[in-house]
T-cell receptor
Framework: AQSVTQLGSHVSVSEGALVLLRCNYS??????LFWYVQYPNQGLQLLLK??????LVKGINGFEAEFKKSETSFHLTKPSAHMSDAAEYFC????????????FGGGTRVLVKP | DAGITQSPRHKVTETGTPVTLRCHQT?????MYWYRQDPGHGLRLIHY???????DKGEVSDGYSVSRSKTEDFLLTLESATSSQTSVYFC????????????FGPGTRLTVL
């Protein structure tokens, strides 16, 4: 079975500070990993994805994530937070063994302070 | 937005009534999904479809049924709505051949009183 754990349901950062959102996954086979962002009253938008190519993945809006197999992690970072980054972020995993279905973490809501 | 629309966008209904939510896509994607979103749970898969008349259950399918008679429409039905089905429902599509990146509709907020 596959699963995702996001550490911290809420994160508060100052504008201009580093954003770090933690995601750990569990999978018995090589995973595909995704980060999605949800702005208020909207659907989910894909930020970036890991598909077994480069372990450091760059996404939209200055975000990036690093796949670390030894730590079963896929943490999301952005060097300098902007007010527009206030949103909820979801990590998700899928595998061929699970029929390519996505399993989501519980989400992390980011608050950006001026 | 991958041409996905959901209707209605908001609905308030009473316990025991039937409810149907519609997901419509304009790009003939084969794979379609229904999720529910609840605080602390992220999104959980209810049902999915891999073609016309081809559907299967997800992890939280009890109390829900689906139908897909045309490629562009995927319907989610609550036969007898309960308060535990109050949630935000999202439809998603997946491009055939993609590594399971899914694209989401705007959501339907359902309140069951």
């Amino acid at each position: 079975a596959q699963s995702v754990t996001q550490l911290g349901s809420h994160v508060s950062v100052s504008e201009g500070a580093l954003v770090l959102l933690r995601c750990n996954y569990s999978s018995s086979v090589p995973p595909y990993l995704f980060w999605y962002v949800q702005y208020p009253n909207q659907g989910l938008q894909l930020l970036l994805k890991y598909t077994s190519a480069a372990t450091l993945v760059k996404g939209i809006n200055g975000f990036e994530a690093e796949f670390k197999k030894s730590e079963t992690s896929f943490h999301l970072t952005k060097p300098s937070a902007h007010m527009s980054d206030a949103a909820e972020y979801f990590c998700a995993v899928s595998t061929k063994a699970a029929g390519n279905k996505l399993t989501f973490g519980g989400g992390t809501r980011v608050l950006v302070k001026p | 937005d991958a041409g996905i629309t959901q209707s209605p966008r908001h609905k308030v209904t009473e316990t025991g009534t039937p409810v149907t939510l519609r997901c419509h896509q304009t790009e003939n994607h084969r794979y379609m999904y229904w999720y529910r979103q609840d605080p602390g749970h992220g999104l959980r898969l209810i049902h999915y479809s891999y073609g016309v008349k081809d559907t299967d259950k997800g992890e939280v399918s009890d109390g829900y049924s689906v139908s897909r008679s045309k490629t562009e429409d995927f319907l989610l039905t609550l036969e007898s709505a309960t308060s535990s089905q109050t949630s935000v429902y999202f439809c998603a599509i997946r491009f055939s051949g993609s590594i399971n990146e899914q694209f989401f509709g705007p959501g339907t907020r359902l309140t069951v009183l």
